[in-house]
């Protein structure tokens, strides 16, 4: 099992429209995947159209004393379920600062759900704080969208040091840019710049397009509703990308240990 985090500490910069149609590609492709909606806005739970769902109080799930399998709903796709979040969410903070190893409470929880899946996906809410750091813990990738805008950078700048006092090695960082608009010079000079000095970035980047706004009306990822449209596209060549780096460190990762283990 893989876990994603979709993270930024920036707000509206396209985590959760990112979560909802990799989350989708994921399951079209055949992996068993679930979201994990964390934001107390709902927004994921909103696009699938599963925001009455919630079975369980975040509480019961923090302190581990329900299974995260028991949370799980099903979606109206194959292979894909979700984890609805609620406005009982905004309480997570509070509620991981008082959780023993409080840092860890999303990796523990996510533990018994190893078998049963491919691919998790985290949708983040934005800002840095303990939730920021159990969703670093608990994730094998953090995938960070990023507005080619000076400000964007900096917060990205903000997450990369963050990591590294937290000395989160294991976790593999993959920006991209999101919400591109290939007209604004500022856009198209960043990203000429950033390419050479963001290690793993993506190349495949999501411009802004008015059809995604359109999920909120459809309440579906947009390869249901425009298959094969530009918007759609862009996502499936995202997560084509990312499925790639991913193949790359694991058979980079399975290496070590066969060499490893070969003494
Ligand atoms: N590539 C895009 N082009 C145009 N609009 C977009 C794009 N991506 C997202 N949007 C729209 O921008 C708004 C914010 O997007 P989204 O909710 O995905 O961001 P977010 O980072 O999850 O926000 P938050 O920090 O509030 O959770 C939404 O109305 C969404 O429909
Ligand atoms: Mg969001």
């Given amino acids: 099992m893989k876990v994603l985090g979709i993270y930024n500490i920036k707000g509206g910069v396209g985590k959760t429209s990112v ?14 995947t679930l979201l994990w909606d964390l934001d107390p806005q709902g927004s994921s739970s909103f696009f699938y159209d599963k925001e009455l769902c919630v079975h369980t109080s975040l509480k019961r799930i923090i302190k581990g004393k329900v299974d995260l399998s028991d949370v799980v ?45 491919d691919y998790v996906f985290l949708d983040c809410p934005p800002g840095i704080s303990i939730l920021a750091e159990n969703i670093f813990h608990a994730c094998d990738y953090i995938l960070i969208p990023t507005v080619p805008t000076p400000l964007c950078l900096r917060t990205y700048d903000q997450i990369i040091s963050y990591m590294k006092d937290d000395e989160l090695k294991s976790t593999e960082v993959i ?14 000079n960043l990203m000429k710049e950033l ?27 947009i390869e249901d509703f425009m298959p094969n449209s530009k918007a759609s596209n862009s996502f499936k060549g995202l ?19 066969t060499s490893a283990s070969s003494f």
């Fill in 19 to 32: 979560s909802v149609n990799l989350s989708y590609l994921s399951s079209l492709d055949g992996n068993r």
């Fill in 73 to 117: 709903t099903d979606t109206d796709y194959q292979n894909l379920d979700i984890i609805p979040s609620d406005f009982s969410y905004r309480h997570i903070e509070n509620l991981l600062e008082q959780a023993k190893k409080s840092k860890k409470r999303i990796k523990e929880a996510l533990k018994s759900l190893k078998d049963e899946y």
């Fill in 175 to 188: 920006p991209f840019f999101s919400m591109v608009e290939v007209r604004k010079s500022v856009h198209q």
């Fill in 195 to 221: 390419a050479l000095k963001m290690p793993n970035l993506c190349t495949t980047f999501i411009p802004f397009m008015a059809d995604i706004e359109k999920m909120g009306i459809y309440k579906k990822p």
């Fill in 239 to 257: 997560w084509k990308e990312i499925v790639k780096k991913n193949l790359k460190h694991t058979l980079i990762t399975n290496t070590k240990i």
